[in-house]
């Protein structure tokens, strides 16, 4: 998931175990960007900081993201095609809502294969 959100770094520190903290203060933005962010919160990604709007063609050559400790989980690769097609439809549904009835879907197809208890 990739977003960009117009903002000011407000503070750059060093905490003790010598990694840098960076605040970020965000414009008012819309409740979709808002619920793009709270996704990532936790998340290991990259920041790309410009004075200018980026287009795709300035990001190209940034590294792929990655685990900290390799490969992303099956659950994390899941939800990374799950917004990619929901992207692609160009559905009505927020992410979230669209994720939920996909894994709802998902699940009911599955259990459908069980054999009864």
């Known amino acids: 998931m990739k977003t960009q959100i117009p903002g000011t770094i407000s503070k750059v520190g060093t905490l003790a175990d010598n990694t840098i903290r960076v605040q970020f203060d965000a414009q008012e933005i819309a409740a979709e960007e808002m619920a793009n962010l709270f996704a990532l919160k936790g998340r290991l990604g990259w ?6 709007l980026l287009k795709e ?3 190209r050559d ?16 899941l939800r990374g095609v799950l917004y990619i097609l929901w992207e692609q439809t160009k559905s009505s549904l927020s992410f979230e809502q669209f994720y939920r ?10 259990k459908d294969k069980l054999d009864p208890p």
């Open 47 to 52: 920041i790309v900081f410009s004075e200018q």
């Open 57 to 59: 063609e300035d990001v």
């Open 62 to 77: 940034l590294p792929e993201i990655r685990a900290e400790f390799g490969e992303k989980t099956p659950g994390q690769r």
């Open 101 to 110: 009835e996909k894994m709802e879907s998902i699940i009911t197809m599955l």
